[in-house]
């Protein structure tokens, strides 16, 4: 078990199945010699005995077999953790700010001497789009070796973002238990730590958190998106870059293009939308 635990958190592998059926059958048989030792202590009959020493010799014959297929000669472990993600769906960046914005986050993501950067701005401004597009450039580049996205929960459930984080990187955490924050914090930690020229991006941060308890490490490069300025400063971001809401004509063409041109070519129609937007 020790070294199933040694490969799983330093090594970043995964158990064969092989060996979670293994463990589970070992469980469930000291279950039963637990409970046959307890009904031996309990029972005084002779036929009663009797049937437990049939069921004794069962039990012992599987520990046996159990014991015999303990080697596993080709390993405890295999398949090393994931490395970049797939391409998010993103919509199309409309207007010269929102490609200002994004190239200004690009060029602060590459910045080595940059480790955190935050992006802020208020709701539907645009801030997940460029996020997304960034993060599919970036596949597509040898910027970032590894790169993980990670939308947060509305409400900040710092297990449950391990739970999260641990599924984007492909760490197996089905036999750790919801309560073992510290353990998970240092499965995540040794996981990412391996990521040389990772990427962490953190999608829709509602406040800010300590990374130290949910597993990330110094090394890795992070970046947040948030409605709230103060999560930028409480995450302690090295730069802090804030979404501009769209220009009267930026946000009439993205009216246009979501309900159609077509529909724009009545004049009095046109200044309806222009009203729409400027509001």
Same mark, same amino acid.
């Given at each position: 078990?020790?070294?199933?635990?040694?490969?799983? +958190?330093?090594?970043?592998?995964?158990?064969?199945?092989?060996?979670?059926?293994?463990?589970?059958?070992?469980?469930?048989?000291?279950?039963?010699?637990?409970?046959?030792?307890?009904?031996?202590? =309990?029972?005084?009959?002779?036929?009663?005995?009797?049937?437990?020493?049939?069921?004794?010799? *069962?039990?012992?014959?599987?520990?046996?077999?159990?014991?015999?297929?303990?080697?596993?000669?080709?390993?405890?472990?295999?398949?090393?953790?994931?490395?970049?993600?797939?391409?998010?769906?993103?919509?199309?960046?409309?207007?010269?700010?929102?490609?200002?914005?994004?190239?200004?986050?690009? $060029? $602060?993501?590459?910045?080595?001497?940059?480790?955190?950067?935050?992006?802020?701005?208020?709701?539907?401004?645009?801030?997940?789009?460029?996020?997304?597009?960034?993060?599919?450039?970036?596949?597509?580049?040898?910027?970032?070796?590894?790169?993980?996205?990670?939308?947060?929960?509305?409400?900040?459930?710092?297990?449950?973002?391990?739970? *999260?984080?641990?599924?984007?990187?492909?760490?197996?955490?089905?036999? *750790?238990?919801?309560?073992?924050?510290?353990?998970?914090?240092?499965?995540?930690?040794?996981?990412?730590?391996?990521?040389?020229?990772?990427?962490?991006?953190?999608?829709?941060?509602?406040?800010?958190?300590?990374?130290?308890?949910?597993?990330?490490?110094?090394?890795?490069?992070?970046?947040?998106?948030?409605?709230?300025?103060? @999560?930028?400063?409480?995450? =302690?971001?090295?730069?802090?870059?804030?979404?501009?809401?769209?220009?009267?004509?930026? @946000?009439?063409?993205?009216?246009?293009?979501? +309900?159609?041109?077509?529909?724009? *070519?009545?004049?009095?129609?046109?200044?309806?939308?222009?009203?729409?937007?400027?509001?």
């Amino acid at each position: 078990m020790m070294e199933l635990e040694r490969k799983e +958190v330093e090594q970043g592998m995964k158990r064969k199945r092989e060996v979670d059926i293994w463990l589970q059958n070992v469980k469930r048989v000291k279950s039963e010699v637990d409970s046959v030792e307890e009904k031996v202590r =309990e029972e005084r009959g002779w036929i009663q005995r009797c049937r437990l020493g049939m069921h004794i010799a *069962d039990v012992e014959t599987e520990v046996v077999q159990l014991q015999e297929r303990s080697g596993f000669s080709d390993g405890v472990a295999m398949e090393p953790l994931l490395g970049s993600g797939s391409p998010q769906p993103a919509a199309t960046l409309l207007g010269d700010s929102a490609n200002k914005t994004l190239r200004r986050i690009w $060029n $602060n993501l590459l910045d080595v001497e940059i480790r955190k950067v935050g992006v802020h701005g208020m709701a539907g401004v645009g801030k997940t789009t460029i996020m997304k597009q960034i993060h599919n450039q970036l596949l597509h580049s040898d910027v970032f070796t590894s790169i993980i996205w990670v939308t947060v929960s509305k409400e900040l459930d710092l297990q449950r973002l391990q739970r *999260d984080i641990a599924d984007a990187i492909g760490l197996d955490l089905s036999n *750790d238990r919801y309560d073992e924050e510290e353990r998970i914090s240092s499965k995540i930690c040794a996981a990412l730590s391996r990521r040389e020229k990772g990427l962490l991006i953190l999608d829709d941060v509602c406040e800010p958190f300590s990374l130290e308890r949910v597993g990330i490490p110094q090394g890795i490069k992070l970046a947040i998106t948030t409605r709230n300025l103060m @999560a930028c400063r409480g995450m =302690e971001s090295d730069r802090i870059i804030k979404v501009e809401v769209l220009s009267d004509k930026e @946000a009439l063409a993205l009216f246009k293009e979501k +309900v159609g041109g077509s529909v724009l *070519d009545s004049l009095e129609i046109e200044s309806i939308a222009k009203c729409i937007c400027r509001w």
